[in-house]
């Protein structure tokens, strides 16, 4: 399976479980709830290709939409590290870093990377990551580190860096 379409899957399931499944019980099976699910599907195939394709002022706010539809609360968002591998953890990593903290930790950090902490720790040690004022990581120091490594004209992968 593609990244794409694992982004795909996982932006559906998400939306089927937090939104349309309770939609289900709550309108007692109507027909209309399996239109929402095929809209859905045509849907998030667009956000995640304007995730992973488009520019960052069409992707930033698909990213901040999604995310605030499917992991609403009082605060702001801080998903567990483990969040950070899965395929929108990883394409929210690469389009925006952390979308609320200018400062991650370096557990975070490491997640979002795909590195371990003291992988993290290790970068910042050899100056190839910057500490932040407040302590961390500078989340957009991470993010311009993915997308550095995934940019085809680069040659400067996490290759020598993926120390863990």
Known sequence: ??????????????????????????????????????????????????IRDGDDQAAVPAVARLIATLYPGDGPFDPPVSWWATPLGQAVAWRAGHPWFASISYATAGAML??????????????????????????????????AARSPDSSDTMGDDHDQ
């Open 114 to 147: 795909g590195i371990t902490r003291q992988g993290v720790h290790d970068l910042v040690r050899r100056g190839r990551l910057p500490r932040h004022p407040d302590g961390g990581v500078p989340s957009a120091a991470v993010r311009d580190r993915l997308r």
């Open 1 to 50: 399976m593609s990244r794409e379409d694992a982004l795909v899957e996982q932006i559906v399931r998400l939306l089927d479980v937090r939104l349309l499944d309770p939609l289900e019980v709550l309108l007692e099976g109507d027909d209309t709830v399996a239109a929402l699910r095929t809209l859905v599907r045509r849907r998030a195939r667009g956000w995640a290709s304007t």
